[in-house]
């Protein structure tokens, strides 16, 4: 056994700890001083290095953006950001080595990896259906542009001639042009959107469906509008379910229908315009 004087003694200290002070400042040297007396000097002029290139300074006019209009670009430049491929040099995320440079080959993710969101399969609340399928946008998005559930370069009706059913991405955007109709559709004349207070009332009264005017649906996507006159029974299934996963993310009340994995929710579409030729109607 070690005696007591052998148990007492420190370990053995890691060769680079036995250095002392002196020998660690002569390896390191003077390096630079940034607050030297000669600071002031990294700030003079010198016009032949101060020299931009024209093509490359917007001096145009330029609207005066709003406090919105800009969180709109900053959440849009972190969504951009979220769909880089994280092995893309100056992602959120990227690996960084010790020096502060990007560097694929390390490891450790430090700094903001955990800013994406998880992407739901099936939905954040289980049974949900999938919105938006590869829009690059999370199905609980409220704030979406345009231009991603923009139906009017859709071909609906080549498909279906051609005896195919609607493709997962198209059903994803169907239901995520109907889901930012419920958020964001305004009445002519009005400041808030229409449908919100309407949802909530629903609700309240547990009621299992939602009156929509389908000229209120012509007005946000005339593109829908017509699917929905055409192809009643392939376009009104996929708008129930996107009623259902709103009222469900906002309403414990229709989550616990998800999770009993009952659908009876209908959105009931009304003043769908009728026209009939005035010769063929009986007095």
């Known amino acids: 056994m070690a005696s ?14 036995m250095l002392d002070d002196a020998a660690r400042e002569e390896d390191e040297g003077e390096g630079e001083d940034l607050f030297g007396d000669t600071m002031a000097a990294d700030y003079a002029e010198r016009p032949e290095l101060d020299q931009y290139d024209p093509e490359m300074i917007d001096d145009g006019p330029h609207e005066t953006i709003t406090v919105e209009q800009r969180r709109a670009a ?24 010790s020096s502060g440079m990007s560097d694929a080959g390390s490891g450790s993710t430090p700094g903001s990896g955990n800013r994406a969101k998880r992407r739901r399969t099936g939905g954040g609340l289980d049974g949900l259906s999938e919105m938006g399928d590869g829009d690059g946008f999370d199905d609980d998005e409220e704030d979406v542009p345009a231009y991603v559930y923009d139906l009017t ?17 198209l059903e994803g955007k169907i239901k995520r042009c109907f889901q930012q109709f419920l958020l964001k ?3 002519e004349g009005h400041t808030e959107p229409r449908y919100p207070d309407m949802l909530r009332k629903m ?14 649906l012509q007005q946000w996507s005339a593109q829908l509008a017509l699917w929905v006159a055409d192809h009643p029974s392939r376009i009104l299934p996929l708008l129930n379910e996107c009623l259902l996963d709103e009222a469900a993310r906002k309403f414990g009340t229709y989550k616990d229908l998800v999770d009993k994995e009952e659908t009876e929710l209908t959105v009931a579409l009304h003043s769908f315009p009728v026209r009939e030729p005035i010769r063929e109607l009986s007095t």
């Open 74 to 97: 900053e959440r849009e430049m972190d969504r951009r950001d979220r769909r880089r491929p994280r092995s893309e040099p100056g992602t959120p995320g990227f690996p960084v080595s």
């Open 4 to 17: 007591q004087d052998e148990r007492d003694m420190p370990e053995e200290m890691p060769e680079e700890d």
């Open 153 to 169: 370069a859709e071909r609906l009706e080549e498909t279906l001639s051609k005896g195919q059913g609607i493709d997962k991405r």
């Open 185 to 187: 559709f305004k009445q």
């Open 203 to 216: 609700a309240e009264e547990n009621q299992r469906h939602l009156d929509v005017s389908f000229g209120h």
